[in-house]
């Protein structure tokens, strides 16, 4: 079973997430009232690339207030979802009895998570911005596969790190291969609610990962790459200056080059 990692920086993002959740619940960014109206939360490429999960064991990781994990529930999968955040598990929970469904919420974090869960999944799922705050991504590889039931896939839907390496003003300025000490945003403002101004006396910590070693942190672990595509527009707003050019198609504003958005694999335990 892997061994979870000490990174204090943890239990600072823990702290961040906690104050997020409640901005969050409220926000238009997560229209709550239309889910429980209805409305799905899932992209069309997220439906379309993990299919049929009906009568399926899906666990959804990183799950924040567990919108996500709610619409796969809908779906007919047999949701569990995970998130660091004691606050978001709670709010997770509120609203699936307030929206009838009997989904599963376990609070920790990612590489605590083979010790807080008995049995394995068919399908585990993660997507949009995960990644950046996993300071182990070989640990994160190895959480993939043990939660996995032999055959099971993995699904990953993510903004590509190439968008990372632009500031806010659209202008290049970093490196796209950094390694080393984590990122570190004093006071962020919420991407979802930037209205509320900054988190005052937070600091959020993140490790920007090229896209190689999120794949040989997943083949490293056992699992067997399938399927990898790099899209050229995203599904939701990955940088502050994308503009929605189409319903759900956002792009770079004033790019000179087509650049890659997003990109989404597939990747399965071998049976």
Known sequence: MPEPPDHPEIDANRRLWDRWTELHHDSEFYDVPGFLAGASTLTALERAE???????????????????????????????????????????????????????????DVYALPAELTGAFDVVVSSWGV?????????????????????????LQEFHPVAACFADDGEIAYDYFRGGAPDRDEAPPSYAAPEAGPAVGETAYGWPYPLAEVVSAL??????????????????????????????RYLMAGAAARLPHCFSLRATLPA
């Not at 207030?65 to 709610?70: A, K, R, V």
């Not at 998130?83 to 609203?95: M, N, P, Q, V």
């Not at 705050?133 to 699904?155: E, S, Y």
Request: glycine residues 12%; hydrophobic residues 45%.
């Open 131 to 155: 990644l950046w705050w996993l300071p182990d991504l070989p640990a994160w590889g190895r959480v993939v596969a043990a939660c996995l039931k032999p055959g099971g896939r993995f699904h």
């Open 219 to 248: 083949t490293a672990a056992g699992l067997v790459l399938e399927h990898l595509v790099e899209h050229d527009h995203s599904p939701i707003r990955c940088t502050p200056f994308t503009v929605e050019a189409a319903p759900g």
């Open 50 to 108: 993990v299919g049929e999960v009906r009568g399926l064991d899906l666990l959804h990781l990183q799950c924040h207030f567990g919108l996500d994990t709610l619409s796969w529930q809908r779906l007919g999968a047999r949701a569990t979802g995970v998130d660091l955040s004691g606050k978001a598990i709670a709010r997770g929970r509120e609203l699936a009895a307030e929206a009838g469904l009997d989904a599963r919420f376990v609070c920790s």
